[in-house]
């Protein structure tokens, strides 16, 4: 059984960076799909970027664009998000999911594992 961990939240001023970790409890983690999504208060749950099966793709919402980086780290089972010149309209909640699919999707319905999330808190 795969279960997610989230850490690396906190609170930031505008412009800062942050690196959020998801640690995965499998051996397996390589085979599958990992995304991180983020929930504002009183909005939906929204897509940020995404990692395909062995690193091969990326996708990264238009919002954080050219200033995020998903990876992954083979030597500690985990996928990174890494987000420079972090922006208010950037707090939120951050999960990250797993989807049995080896290609990436933005559909948060087809991720079946999630973590419990990270806060995120950028003020002005």
């Known amino acids: 059984q795969v279960t997610l961990v989230e850490s690396g939240g906190g609170l930031v001023q505008a412009g800062d960076s942050l690196k959020l970790t998801c640690s995965v409890s499998?051996?397996?983690?390589?085979?599958?799909?990992i995304a991180w999504f983020r929930q504002a208060p009183g909005k939906e749950r929204e897509f940020v970027a995404a990692v395909g099966r062995g690193s091969s793709t990326t996708d990264y919402a238009d919002s954080v664009k050219g200033r995020s980086a998903i990876s992954r780290d083979y030597a500690k089972d985990t996928v990174d998000l890494q987000m420079n010149n972090l922006k208010t309209q950037d707090t939120g909640i951050y999960y990250c999911?797993?989807?049995?699919?080896?290609?990436?999707?933005?559909?948060?319905?087809?991720?079946?594992?999630w973590g419990q999330g990270t806060q995120v808190t950028v003020s002005s």
């Open positions: 999911a797993r989807t049995r699919r080896t290609l990436m999707t933005r559909n948060p319905g087809l991720y079946d594992v």
């Open positions: 499998s051996r397996t983690f390589n085979s599958y799909a």
